[in-house]
């Protein structure tokens, strides 16, 4: 589960474009994949140096770098560099707390989205960053997995369109896994939701609303999340940018629609939550006025035979039936038919 509050303490002080590296302290070299492309070729390969990457800037083929472990900043502002990208956007990439955005710089395009995904039971996300420039496109993630293998899939096998659109189609495609994935995170939160919907009704417990605070708290970050993807996704369908073709802003709309559906979804199971909540109080005090009813009715059919009982441990010398031999019994008979008529009543009347 991410913070709700980052370690932007970091930066305190420091000059704007400074690289700091926000995130979870990440270990190990950092990995380079490439994929170039065109119509007719392909090539894949992950690159020793940072220098590799500067022939690929130079190719007419669209080249997709994908940069895996950010904690490294020497690393990630020398690849920057070579490709023109500000200090600024460097400083983003490097900041996992950044709000999903979009910016348009005149030499490229700077995506950052929040990827999702499930990992042991727990929600997980992940900020992604994209920069799309005229033949190429940059994507910097801060651990190795992610959610673009099918766009790999079909570079690879030329599957569709992809490679025979721009640099542009693709960095819509992986803004589309990234957003389809949603869907998926959503379909495990409503199955879960309904899982205990159905408990809930039948036998309300602790542990239920356990379960049901953690749900309420991953569709909180989800909703976070989402609100500015919306936003930065609608910049980018429309228009503005000489890297975005007319042909990949209809694409990119129907993106933006994907994210409102999401988003009305987060809200109609936030409002399923809500009334989750009030389900299990309203099943917790009738399950408590059930129990404080029978204590009640116990009560009542005990204090007539209190009474009895008081009145004949007076030790009265003279008291009626006192010293004959079937007394005891006649008492005992009497507190019974009473105790019977009573229970007998309440029955009757549906108050037991």
Known sequence: ???????????????????????????????IEVIDYSENSFEEKTLEK????LPFK?????????????????????IANKFGIHPLTIEDIVNTNQRPKMEDFENYVFVVLKMVYYSNENLNFEQISIILGENFVLTFQEK????????????????????KMGSDYLAYSLVDAIVDNYFSVLEVLGEKIEQIEDKLIIKP??????ALHQIKRDLLFLRRASWPMREAIGQMHRGGSKLITHTTEVYLRDIYDHTILIIDTIETYRDIIS?????YLSSISN???EIMKVLTIIATIFIPLTFITGIYG?????????????????????????????AITFKKRGWI
Request: with cysteine; hydrophobic share 40%.
């Open 144 to 163: 190795e997995g992610d959610v673009f293998g099918l766009v790999r899939e079909r570079i690879r096998k030329n599957k569709g369109k992809i490679r």
């Open 275 to 279: 009334d989750l909540f009030d389900i």
């Open 1 to 31: 589960m991410p913070k709700i509050i980052g370690m932007e303490s970091k930066k305190m002080g420091l000059p704007p474009g400074t690289p700091i590296y926000i995130g979870k302290g990440a270990a190990g070299k950092i990995k």
């Open 50 to 53: 940072v220098e590799d990457c």
């Open 205 to 210: 417990e602790q542990k239920q609303l356990v």
């Open 314 to 342: 007076m030790n009265f010398e003279h008291m009626p039936e006192l010293k004959w031999e079937y007394g005891y019994y006649l008492i005992l008979l009497i507190m019974a038919i009473l105790g019977i008529s009573m």
């Open 287 to 289: 399950k408590l006025n």
């Open 58 to 78: 130079e190719k007419k083929n669209v080249t997709w770098i994908n940069v895996v472990g950010i904690h490294e900043t020497q690393e990630i502002e020398k």
